[in-house]
């Protein structure tokens, strides 16, 4: 069974500075994506970035980057020049691409500090 | 139009009631989902649609039940519900695009239901 696991309960980052965030995986299929959603204290879900796991180059968004390193199965979030609105809880997810389900790990709650 | 809409925005039931949550979507989408999420927790999978056909139920007691009249709309009727079942319900459509590699999910705002 696929896993996802995310080691910061809890990170905290001043205004404009650089934060990045955790997320580990556990799957045997060789064929999947990797989330990152967004969920603020209005509670909806938001896709921050996506990333295919055939493809080496790391996806960026804007601000936000991942550092996807598919061998250590291991796909980090960088959130660039943080800005208040980026406080919210963030949810890494890993969908198998044959499947229909997204695993998500357990969040990490983001806070800016001004 | 890009968005999935959930209604109601908040719900406060009785245990004796009976009640529906909506959601629509007009993307085109062929799979919609359920999900169940408590604060600070990752929303818990319920119910998936593919094609308008129940095609994933985890196990979800028998007083949730939903339903997918068409491929833009998907319920989920609500009878005889505990405490324990006051959570935030999510509803979600997604997009699958073979040719791009495209596949995500886009969700909605939620419901927000309370059950004394």
């Known amino acids: 069974a696929q896993t996802v696991t995310q080691s910061q309960p809890e990170m905290s980052v001043q205004e404009a500075e650089t934060v990045t965030l955790s997320c580990t995986y556990d799957?045997?299929?060789?064929?999947?994506?990797l989330f990152w959603y967004k969920q603020p204290p209005s509670r909806q879900m938001i896709l921050v970035i996506r990333q295919e796991a055939y493809k080496q180059q790391n996806a960026t968004e804007n601000r936000f980057s991942v550092n996807f390193q598919k061998a250590a199965k291991s796909f980090s979030l960088k959130i660039s020049d943080s800005q208040l609105g980026d406080a919210a809880m963030y949810f890494c997810a890993y969908k198998w691409a044959s499947g229909s389900r997204l695993t998500f790990g357990e969040g990490t709650q983001l806070t800016v500090n001004p | 139009d890009t968005e999935v809409t959930q209604t109601p925005k908040h719900l406060v039931m009785g245990m004796t009631n009976k009640k529906s949550l909506k959601c629509e979507q007009h993307m085109g989408h062929r799979a919609m989902y359920w999900y169940k999420q408590k604060a600070k927790k990752p929303p818990e999978l319920m119910f998936v649609y593919s094609y308008e056909k129940l095609s994933i139920n985890e196990s979800v007691p028998s007083r949730f039940s939903p339903e997918c009249p068409n491929s833009s709309l998907l319920n989920l009727h609500l009878h005889a519900l505990q405490p324990e079942d006051s959570a935030l319900y999510l509803c979600?459509?997604?997009?699958?695009?073979?040719?791009?590699?495209?596949?995500?999910?886009?969700f909605g705002p939620g419901t927000r239901l309370t059950v004394l």
């Open positions: 799957t045997s299929e060789s064929d999947y994506y």
């Open positions: 979600a459509s997604r997009l699958m695009s073979g040719t791009s590699g495209v596949d995500e999910q886009f």
